[in-house]
């Protein structure tokens, strides 16, 4: 079975994070492992509150994974603070992790910022360059290409611009109202579309961990970097078309959609 490890923060709610990184990559047929970066206190309305692990105990957790069962892949979430993406860092490079997927979670659906500038700082020089893949939605291409994105042109010629500039391969999100949810990924010096249809589902807290989970895992499988992300789209459609409605706000996916077992029922 190939092995996939996330490093993102905890989710209470199990919604997004390390939580919907593990249903993920579960129901996608790899086997799950994490290292925790944050511990939060959220749910479907909000988050409460955050604690922070040492760079200490992240570089401990990601020791323990990688000297027992190496990962065929990574995803990173949200990391706030510069020490902690160094140390993220530090650590891939020195056990020559490959697949490396980063959702880069810098600015919220809102539009305000959720990491400081050194740590943005961080992100782009010391992760970004060892990743295999980026997947920024629409606010966060707009801060790394430093571009205003209003339409599928725009988000064509951010992608390259980011690409090139950082290193590595881009996936940008369309759903932040530019397009009818269409994806665009810029890899090996080509331009791929992603179609897909607008879902009627209000709940849709942990996509960007979902997708960003979907495409490590098919990656860990060996499939191609056009491909993986094609298997993850369509795996997040099934979830969300689902319409599991759990919480009072925006609330998570039904990511076992597609579990058929005697023990479901």
Do not use: W
């Not at 579960?26 to 604690?51: D, F, K, P, W």
């Not at 966060?140 to 690409?163: C, H, P, Q, R, Y």
């Not at 080509?190 to 960007?208: L, V």
Request: glycine share 8%; proline share 3%; with cysteine.
């Amino acid at each position: 079975m190939k092995t996939v490890l996330s490093i993102a923060g905890s989710d209470c709610s199990g919604g997004a994070g390390i939580q919907a990184d593990i249903k993920t990559m579960t129901l996608n047929g790899v086997y799950a492992m994490s290292a925790v970066t944050a511990l939060t206190a959220q749910n479907t309305t909000g988050v409460r509150a955050i604690e922070e692990v040492s760079p200490d105990f992240l570089k401990a957790q990601l020791d323990a994974v990688f000297e027992d069962i190496y990962p065929d892949a990574v995803k990173i979430g949200m990391v706030a603070s510069k020490e902690l993406i160094i140390s993220i860092a530090e650590r891939l490079k020195h056990y020559n992790a490959g697949n490396i997927v980063v959702d880069p979670v810098m600015v919220a659906t809102s539009g305000s910022a959720l990491l400081k500038t050194d740590a943005i700082d961080a992100l782009i020089k010391d992760l970004f360059p060892i990743s295999s893949v980026i997947t920024p939605n629409i606010p966060e291409a707009e801060v790394l290409s430093g571009m205003k994105i209003l339409n599928e042109e725009d988000m064509v010629t951010a992608a390259k611009k980011i690409g090139l500039e950082k290193g590595c391969a881009v996936l940008i999100k369309g759903g932040h109202s530019v397009n009818d949810a269409t994806d665009i990924l810029y890899s090996d010096g080509e331009i791929s579309f992603f179609k897909g249809k607008r879902i009627d589902n209000p709940n849709t807290h942990g996509t960007g961990c979902t997708l960003s989970s979907a495409i490590a895992s098919n990656l860990a499988k060996g499939y191609s970097m056009k491909e993986s992300v094609k298997r993850a789209k369509d795996y997040i459609s099934g979830a969300l078309s689902a319409n599991l409605d759990l919480g009072k706000g925006s609330g998570p996916m039904d990511h076992a959609f597609d579990l058929r077992s005697e023990y479901k029922k």
